[in-house]
């Protein structure tokens, strides 16, 4: 590949900004606001009516637009149309950025717009911005400039990468697949206590081995929270987790930041785990402000703002900011049923969020939480089943995650000419 193919360019050459105003003639389309979208999947395929919807649904899109968000555009809120999108309406908060197909294929574009070196520039750029809420606009994305091969090269190298994002969606598929499996078996044991109904009635219940349903009871009592199994308990939160609130180094203290002890903010709370932070403090920050470590396995909840109730579990070492709780299982109360408690009752903790447009939920209010818990042997016996599926969506994460590094490190020798692409992918 001989670098004098290339050609260096702005993306205001080849790409334009699409704000067509949909048509609206149906009775229900399918809105995408910024949180419908994540890193390349559209979160949400559902009707709703045209009546309720809010007034920044406004714009049209087709296939092969990239649909960006303009608020923190390092968050991940971006997808590639690659479907007939005629009943969808989106958020004016998303550029719609549809390519020249004569200069630059589109999903080139789009695995250009989203490599990890561009989004952190254009965060960067929103940051520097200031304001709120850090914010892009299409002038800055325009300025961007790249190395372009030709379009037969673009297409070869989108054929190289998008293998790996392949792998990357299956890996993120199956430990989306474990979690649900994880959640399932919570729900009927723990929340609607299936195995007790069943044995209740005189029956086996479903699925379920002869040994481990002689270890559930067969009668309810009265509690709190009403009927519970007979011999379990209602405890506070704080009596089976460690509540931990986090705090944030002060900024104006160069001193406290640029070390090695991992920090999140309640941003990285909407990741599926959390896997790396969002900071590094030092130790000196660390012991100089209220943040706490948080082991591996801890669940952290987001409790003010934007994030509110988004829930995760940290896969490192790691402190976090004030807007983030951690719950870290104590003694024999195992992280991944604390993890799953939360999945399940979600709902119900930011019930008690208090405030006017910040809402906020206190570490208090999470501390005199209720919540059920089983006897020992039928929380082991749980443990025992969970464990391996917690350890296997982690494996399959850090494998996608490493995918993900690979690919954007590709991105730009691919486009430089550094690497070759392979003959057989240029004559296809």
Not at 120 to 131: F, H, V, W
Not at 220 to 235: R, Y
Not at 242 to 263: C, R
Not at 379 to 390: G, S
Request: charged share 20%; with cysteine; glycine share 6%.
């Amino acid at each position: 590949m001989e670098r004098s193919h290339r050609v260096q360019s702005t993306l205001s050459e080849m790409v334009q900004s699409i704000s067509v105003t949909h048509r609206f003639d149906k009775a229900q389309l399918i809105f995408l606001n910024t949180s419908d979208i994540y890193k390349g999947e559209v979160l949400n395929r559902s009707h709703t009516d045209v009546s309720s919807m809010p007034g920044q649904a406004k714009k049209s899109i087709q296939r092969g637009d990239i649909l960006l968000s303009e608020i923190r555009p390092a968050n991940g809120r971006w997808v590639y149309i690659d479907f007939d999108a005629d009943d969808y309406v989106v958020s004016t908060k998303l550029m719609v950025l549809r390519a020249d197909q004569t200069k630059i294929d589109s999903r080139f574009l789009y695995l250009f717009l989203t490599s990890s070196e561009v989004s952190s520039r254009l965060q960067a750029i929103a940051e520097y911005r200031s304001g709120t809420f850090p914010q892009i606009t299409f002038d800055q994305v325009a300025e961007l400039e790249i190395e372009l091969p030709s379009l037969t090269q673009q297409k070869a190298i989108v054929d190289i990468l998008d293998s790996l994002d392949s792998k990357i969606r299956v890996n993120q598929q199956i430990a989306s697949t474990l979690e649900q499996i994880a959640q399932t078996i919570f729900k009927s044991w723990f929340v609607d206590f299936d195995p007790v109904h069943a044995k209740a009635r005189g029956e086996q219940p479903v699925g379920m081995d002869t040994e481990t349903a002689a270890l559930f009871p067969d009668a309810f009592e009265e509690s709190e929270l009403g009927l519970i199994p007979a011999g379990w308990l209602l405890k506070r939160v704080d009596a089976v987790a460690d509540v931990l609130l986090g705090g944030t180094p002060s900024k104006s203290k160069s001193e406290y930041w640029d070390g090695d002890v991992a920090w999140i903010n309640s941003g990285a709370v909407n990741e599926f785990r959390v896997l790396k932070p969002s900071a590094y403090i030092t130790k000196l920050g660390h012991e100089k402000s209220s943040t706490k470590l948080l082991r591996p396995g801890t669940t952290v909840l987001a409790i003010t703002g934007a994030t509110l109730g988004q829930f995760s579990r940290v896969e490192i070492p790691t402190t976090a900011n004030q807007s983030v709780i951690g719950l870290s299982g104590l003694g024999s109360y195992a992280d991944e049923y604390i993890y799953l408690w939360v999945a399940n009752n979600i709902s119900d903790i930011i019930q008690k969020a208090t405030g006017g447009a910040q809402q906020h939920i206190n570490r208090n209010d999470v501390c005199e939480h209720l919540i059920v818990m089983p006897c020992d042997s039928i929380l082991q016996n749980f443990t025992d089943m969970m464990r391996p599926l917690f350890v296997e969506m982690v494996v399959l994460l850090r494998q996608s995650m490493t995918l993900e590094e690979l690919r954007d490190s590709l991105l730009p020798g691919l486009t430089s000419g550094d690497l070759e692409i392979p003959a057989e992918l240029l004559e296809a």
